[in-house]
């Protein structure tokens, strides 16, 4: 199918919200903090023919929810795409996803520490040993796989001790900040600090990031998407990603409301620098 939109050169992500559900219930999670509901669904058949409309560039297709190989057509979805990206906390079956998936649709990368399937580490929902054995098996199968874990205060010295198992194991364990607020004090590193600081104000913003949420809604930002609100088009509807379409300042009256996803200082695609998800003025 030829596609008959383009993602603007600038951005360097799109991901595809398949479900907002999750088996694991994790207390710091970012998407429950943000009075995450669940929503209508596409099925698969719909995304592929939203998704396969479009071109990407070298920018890769990351599937994300939730968990998203809780969707009911995650392999027949995968199955129609190419050069994709999958983050997932593991708890589906290795095995059948081993039988049905091809190594050959993520997407591929010189960058020495890239890795298509990142997967998330969660300590209090999560067994080391079986973390450790399912990640050696989609290795051992082809998959480029990445752990990652939050650094929750509460949970430092399991990310250390995971660490040291998976270095053990030759396999990558990285960490990620926290974002969020524990008590009074907001953790995290951001590029505009203002946007976390709970006191709504009137900005314009906008995205390098093409967001899309279980519906098809498109989203400037990750607080709008939760929220269910400010969709600027649908994904299966005949809408301009160029131009006037993601690439213009929108204004906001929710500025300092804002997810800590969208505000954060985090590195590019190419790992070799600083941006952030939005631009604020």
Known sequence: MKPLNRLPDRFNYAEVYLTLDCNLGCGYCINK????EKR???TSQQWAEALNKIDFGDVAITLGGGEPTLHPGFFDLVDRLDNIDLLTN???DVDEFIDRVDPQKFSTSDIPFFHPIRASYHPSQMD??????RVKKLRDNGFNVGLFGVMHPHQINDNMEMSFLSQREG?????????GRIGTQMFGYFKYPEGVDGNPKDAECRTRELLIAPDGDIHRCHRDLYHNENPIGNVTQDFKLEGGGLDK??????????NPCDVKAKT???????ECQVEIK
């Open 171 to 179: 396999i990558p364990f990285y960490t990620k900040d926290f974002l």
């Open 268 to 274: 590019n695609k190419y790992l070799n620098n600083v």
């Open 33 to 36: 903090e943000s009075g995450v």
């Open 90 to 92: 593991l708890q589906f």
């Open 128 to 133: 080391k040993d079986d973390t450790l054995s």
């Open 40 to 42: 209508e669904e596409l």
């Open 249 to 258: 300042f929108r204004p906001c009256n929710n500025y300092g409301n804002c």
